[in-house]
């Protein structure tokens, strides 16, 4: 696991790589912030039921690229091998597991389809997120060495999987629910979210650079070493001492009297929506961890590449219908808008979890 402190390095050679994998079949169930979380459903408050949310740093399990269903079914029922919720870091704040893992399966994916079109027009359609999802990469004359294909093919798969993960916070605030029905304005700019995101792209980056994509199997194996060592370096907390962070800053950032779903269980947001990241945490005597993607490859913007498109979807919920198409320079003022209604909301003295 390379330093985290500097910035991301550049692989020394072309790596064998596994085929081109399927997209990510959804999102792992990722973690509101706090622990012990009570629960209601359908309005009625779930009695003797709890969401602990902590993990140790030291445990975190296997990793399985692509989960989806199987996952959420296997976590609910405590059998999943992943060890996915909250770790307290004192350089990182708080880091979500399911975050990490997401956005590293994410540049893994990204990068097994670039690579093998380097230089190509392609499009790659996802699943719609409120709107239509399309990472487009453009046609460009590819850098002559295989080497410097093979750099550009992992910033630029870095750089997308972060912008897939922006777009996911804004999407669940203006309405997005991975289950119909159920919520997700309460994980919406979660301050631990995005610098999670970030540090699993940046995780991925690295095993991409030392090998480890040349094959399912080996990346896997890779991930399941490289997140504790990735916590160590962020100076990870033992169970007790995340518990602990979390009840200090219980009615400042959270609200334990709340249930699940309700979104002002969560009091404090991050509406950055930026590639350049200091983590949300709580005082600390050490210094916090700058996290930092690639945005260019040789001194050209990575957008000259690919980038994500948003365009109209079917069924939009709150979030306003682009002209034409929204891009990832449109993330800020789409979260400035959020952060103005969320604080008109808190705002009133009156509001009690419902």
């Excluded at 997401?102 to 699943?127: C, E, M, V, Y």
């Excluded at 916070?169 to 301050?191: I, L, N, T």
């Excluded at 400035?336 to 008109?344: N, S, T």
Aim: some cysteine; aromatic content about 12%.
């Amino acid at each position: 696991m390379a330093d985290l402190s500097l910035p991301a390095g550049q692989s020394p050679q072309v790596w064998l790589l596994t085929r081109p994998l399927p997209q990510p079949d959804g999102l792992r169930p990722c973690c509101a912030f706090g622990y012990s979380l009570k629960v209601k459903l359908f309005g009625m408050p779930v009695p003797w039921y709890q969401v602990d949310n902590v993990v140790a740093p030291t445990d975190t399990g296997k990793h399985h690229f692509n989960p989806g269903v199987m996952d959420m079914l296997s976590t609910l029922s405590g059998l999943n091998s992943e060890h996915n919720g909250l770790v307290y870091t004192r350089r990182g704040g708080f880091i979500d597991l399911a975050h990490l893992r997401d956005s590293a399966d994410n540049t893994i994916w990204l990068f097994s389809h670039i690579w093998p079109r380097i230089g190509q027009a392609t499009t790659l359609k996802l699943g719609d997120e409120l709107g239509e999802r399309e990472i487009q990469l453009f046609s460009y004359p590819p850098p002559a060495s295989a080497t410097e294909r093979y750099r550009l093919a992992v910033f630029l798969a870095a750089h997308l999987a972060f912008e897939l993960a922006a777009w996911h916070e804004v999407a669940q605030w203006y309405g997005f629910e991975s289950v119909k029905g159920f919520s997700e304005g309460v994980s919406a700019f979660s301050p631990e979210d995005l610098y999670s995101n970030q540090l699993g792209a940046r995780v991925a980056i690295d095993l991409l650079n030392a090998g480890g994509g040349a094959s399912l199997s080996r990346y896997q194996y890779a991930m399941r070493t490289m997140i504790p060592q990735a916590l160590e370096q962020l100076e990870a907390e033992p169970p007790a001492a995340t518990r602990f962070h979390f009840d200090m800053l219980d009615r400042l950032w959270w609200n334990s009297a709340c249930r699940l779903p309700d979104k002002f269980l969560l009091r404090y947001r991050n509406y950055d929506v930026s590639e350049r990241r200091l983590p949300s945490r709580a005082p600390e005597s050490v210094p916090p961890l700058w996290l930092t993607l690639p945005d260019r490859f040789n001194g050209v913007e990575l957008s000259h590449f690919g980038r994500l498109e948003i365009r109209p979807g079917r069924s939009m919920a709150r979030l306003p219908a682009p002209v034409s198409r929204y891009l990832f320079s449109d993330f800020p003022a789409l979260a400035r808008e959020a952060k103005k209604a969320d604080l008109q909301h808190l705002a009133n003295l009156h509001y009690r979890c419902n």
